[in-house]
């Protein structure tokens, strides 16, 4: 790695934080992109309350999410605006889950992400209320020490992987991939956090460390 770049890790249900994704893994913070064949919409360019985000559905799959680009400031990160999905809007996510989902925000409120149907996922409760928690933690600390540094905006982008068989496409992701890049989109962090199905024991999903040290050690290394 050129000394000029930033260092770079990787966040997953395995280990609280990697310099390297887990061998087998084949991750690739690269396949984080804008997918071929599908339009590419690009939603809140004229509100600077609300991250600009770059939005991929899926038109043919009951609109599921397939790809986020969101382009967040600091004046995104200190807004105090309430963006739960509205109930209606909320079923409409469950929709596309299994009994026991819960509707999962991409970008979440701690960034200004809006509860919309473009904007959201049926994710596994255990994964919602403690690992993406944690995740999005060690992401904001990182995104607001980069932002009163000399970044005018972040990119923070999710791709969601689907199970899909050859005559059957999915509604529910089986993972999401994200990574965090600064205004030069140099790679700062990356990783993967899977959704599985009917998992209700929470100590499978302990390795991803909750304490203030864990978040220390991950927010600091760019």
Known sequence: MAQNQPKQYFISEYNSHLDLPPLKTNF?????????????????????????????????????????????TLKNLKNKFKLSFPEKLRKKVL?????????????????????????????????NQVNWKVMEK??????????????????????????DKQKEKKTRPKEILFKLENEKKELIIYGKLDNPSNVKNKEYFTNLSTNNK??????IYF
């Open 28 to 72: 690739n913070p690269n396949d984080i992109c804008e997918q071929p064949n599908l339009i590419l919409t690009s939603i809140n360019l004229n509100n600077d309350e609300l991250a600009t985000r770059h939005v991929q559905t899926d038109p043919e799959v009951k609109n599921r999410f397939i790809y986020q680009c969101a382009e967040v």
């Open 138 to 163: 060690v992401i904001y600390v990182t995104m607001e020490k980069l932002l009163n540094e000399k970044n005018n905006f972040v990119k923070y982008s999710h791709l969601a992987v689907y199970d």
């Open 214 to 219: 864990t978040f220390q050690k991950v927010s």
């Open 95 to 127: 929709e596309l889950g299994e009994n026991g989902d819960h509707a999962g925000h991409v970008l979440g409120n701690r960034f200004s992400g809006e509860g919309v149907l473009n904007n959201g996922f049926p994710q596994n409760a255990v994964i």
